[in-house]
Structure formats: C-alpha cells, structure tokens
C-alpha cells in the first residue's frame, strides 16, 4: 500500500489500495511503487492528482467517468444502459490509441486492438469485453442494431481485458458507403466471479446483438469500463467480401 504524507488533519492520504491492486494485475508482475518524496507537502486537489501521477497512478482527469459524453453521444440511450460506464478504457490499435467520443478510420482499425482498464474497479475477475456498432446498417436506421464485432470472456486481468477467450473473434469497423460515422463502443463487464463457457457464446451471428440479454447471462447489469470512437467509410474502403460489418 503506497501513502503519502501530507501537512493536514488527514494525516495520510491512500492512493492506491495494494489489496485492491492484486485483484487486477497478474501475480508475477511487480506492484505499483510510489517515487513521490514523503516529505512534499501537498495542499490542493491538484496538487494530490499531480503526485499520483508521480508514483505511476492514473490521473484525476483518466479516472473520472466520461459520462456527460456517453449522454451526449446518445450511447446511454440506444445501448438501453442505466447509466454510463464509470471508469475508461485505454485501447490501442498498434501505435494508434483510442481517444473517447474521437475519430478514426476502418483503416486504422482493422487488426484486433489491446485493451486495459484506467483505474481500478472493485470487482473480481474474470472479466468481459464486447465491441458494439449500434448504427447498423446506419445511425438513422439502425436496424440491425447492435452489430457485434468482437467478444472476449473470462480475462484474468484489467490489464489485459483483450487476452481471455476469444468467444466471437474480432471483427473490425467496414461501415457501408454513404452511412455516415458509426459509433464504435467498447464494453467491459465484471463476471460475478464466475468463469463462462465460450460454447454458450459463441456465434456467427453478429447483427441484432442483444446487449440486454448478455448481461442478464453474465450477471452484470452496467459495465464497468468503456469507450468508443467514430468511424465511416467515405468511399475509400473496399471489402468485397464482407456485405457489412
């Protein structure tokens, strides 16, 4: 557990729970430890995000819940969620990352992504990870809502939420021509503490995915990390193959 000192009535300030942190990292990876001096004296809130960042902490801004985009975006709404996400996900596309409510192209998103937890969240793994396109085939006739692009089961770590099993294999972002930006929404969910069987998740169907009954099969109603990006097809892509993804 990593504290620092500080010169008020609160006479320690914890910025890390180590009891918490074990439940997110895997066991052979060293903790977080602070490099912040014991002896600086911090006296704002400011103050105290900047020495968390110093001891290798996530940052006020990466830990506070994005949920006036989320409302914005209309994702709140047309996913049928209680409320927005409470912590953010940090998703990586080789050299390029995902910035919320950003955009970018089926280009740059076409290979499976990494995908980790900002913060920490007081659940136990394992844990899932759904990638969604609710505007399918388009925002304004989203028939096919939810397009399913991806599905992971049973990660072992926040860490590393896109190393569980791979129950639906990814599928990256091939809106059609002519439908404008898609919302492309990440979704991670506790699993109750209990390991799924892919076999019951499995499958080639990928439009009109029922976000409400896979929670209700994984026994979590809001999850607990998310983002999501623009993407639109503006005549550059070609996938014959594919009729929409």
């Excluded at 499958?203 to 979590?220: M, N, P, W």
Aim: charged content about 20%; hydrophobic content about 40%.
């Amino acid at each position: 557990m990593n504290f620092i000192q500080l010169s008020s009535p609160f006479i320690l300030l914890t910025l890390w729970s180590g009891a918490q942190a074990e439940q997110f990292v895997d066991s052979n990876e060293p903790p977080v430890k602070s490099t912040l001096p014991a002896q600086e004296v911090l006296q704002t809130k400011t103050n105290l995000w900047t020495a968390a960042g110093q001891a290798g902490l996530p940052s006020q801004e990466q830990l506070e819940p994005k949920t006036d985009l989320w409302t914005a975006a209309g994702l709140v709404q047309d996913l049928s969620l209680s409320a927005a996400p409470v912590a953010q996900l940090k998703v990586v596309y080789e050299s390029t990352p995902v910035t919320i409510n950003g955009t970018l192209t089926p280009e740059q998103t076409a290979e499976m992504p990494d995908v980790a937890l900002v913060g920490a969240i007081n659940c136990m793994p394992p844990f899932a990870l759904l990638m969604l396109d609710p505007d399918a085939p388009s925002r304004r006739n989203p028939s096919l809502r939810s397009w399913l692009h991806w599905m992971v089961i049973n990660a072992n770590t926040t860490r590393r939420l896109h190393k569980g099993e791979q129950a639906v294999q990814y599928n990256g972002p091939t809106p059609p021509e002519g439908t404008g930006p898609h919302r492309y929404v990440f979704l991670a969910f506790c699993q109750g503490g209990k390991r799924l069987k892919a076999t019951k998740f499995r499958t080639r169907r990928r439009k009109k995915f029922r976000l409400k009954s896979f929670r209700r099969k994984i026994g979590d109603t809001v999850p607990f990390g998310g983002t999501f990006f623009y993407a639109e097809n503006v005549g550059m892509l070609k996938s014959p193959s594919v009729r929409f993804t």
